[in-house]
């Protein structure tokens, strides 16, 4: 039984998926050997300890012999979010990550986009998560999109004092209408209602969150939900639901072969049904945007 916030009808789980380098210690035995290899290590300390000590007070890069030098990472992206963009014009987004701070630029291989950076800051981890697979910096960035928006994929490089990052895929437009998830949507009585076809951009903001949609047919149809999470950086380990109007469950889908991300196809019978969208392990955050499209055959 999976966990969530709502207090009506409870969603339920289908299935329960589951040396400090020694330091230099060749100076240490240079200084022995020099200025205190005729001193007999006769008063109570020795000459190995008494070389220890000095190294140990001084300041470090000249203990070690080295100019402490400042590590500069080049950036990486971690996650979009929101995962895609889809109306023409201008939209806000975030782009999550580390070693963000010094970006200069954002450079795109989507034709007519433009990507402006609105601000930079700390973002974040949040519990049960770590900053490598969540991001500790994000970027608020302005996309404006052409007029005619290409269904597809633009990657994003940030570009930084210490170099590029690896691209990032950022959905861009899609084949059908695209509707943005609309919390609070986490049980049976408050599902957010889907008309079929339609892509939701969405997100499982939190752990325990829950993604419920209403589905009603009115002739029997072959139905496809297809979620995109993993496959462009999001950490989200989706699970995919449907279930009949009486709460049963009717089709259910974890991973498939070569990813987390899930896909359904089932045919239904005319009636209503329920979409349900979690994370496989209760897990959720900034860094778990999805993208949910479904589309129907008749029979
Ligand atoms: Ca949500
Ligand atoms: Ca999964």
Excluded: W
Excluded at 120 to 144: C, K, S
């Amino acid at each position: 039984m999976c966990r969530h916030t709502n207090k009506d009808m409870p969603v339920p789980r289908p299935f329960v998926a589951q040396p400090i380098l020694a330091p230099s210690f060749a100076e240490a035995k240079g200084v022995a050997s020099g200025a205190f290899t005729n001193r007999p290590a006769t008063h109570g300390i020795s000459v190995c300890t008494l070389a220890a000590i000095i190294m140990l007070c001084l300041p470090s890069e000249m203990a070690f012999g080295q100019q402490a030098a400042t590590e500069v990472k080049p950036p990486r992206i971690v996650v979009c979010n929101p995962l895609d963009v889809f109306q023409p014009g201008k939209t806000k987004i975030f782009l999550r990550g580390r070693s963000l701070k010094d970006a200069s630029e954002i450079q795109t291989d989507y034709p007519g986009m433009s990507i402006r950076i609105v601000s930079h800051a700390a973002a974040a981890v949040p519990g049960r998560q770590t900053a490598d697979e969540t991001g500790d910096e994000q970027l608020e960035l302005e996309i404006t999109l052409p007029e005619t928006v290409a269904a597809g994929k633009a990657n994003l490089v940030v570009v930084t004092p210490a170099g590029p990052s690896v691209p990032r895929a950022l959905l861009v437009g899609g084949d059908t209408n695209v509707v943005t998830e609309n919390e609070p949507n986490e049980g049976f009585r408050t599902a957010q209602p889907l008309t079929v076809p339609a892509i939701v951009s969405g997100s499982i903001h939190a752990d325990g969150n829950v993604d419920v949609f209403a589905l009603q047919l009115t002739a029997a149809k072959t139905i496809r939900i297809q979620i995109q999470a993993a496959e462009a950086g999001s950490n989200l380990d989706s699970l995919l639901t449907v279930y009949s109007a009486t709460g049963k469950p009717i089709a259910a889908s974890d991973d498939q072969p070569l990813t987390r991300d899930s896909l359904i196809e089932q045919t239904l019978d005319p009636g209503s049904y329920f979409v349900i969208v979690q994370d496989a392990n209760d897990r959720g955050g900034p860094a778990h945007p999805y993208r949910m499209t479904v589309t129907a055959n008749a029979q």
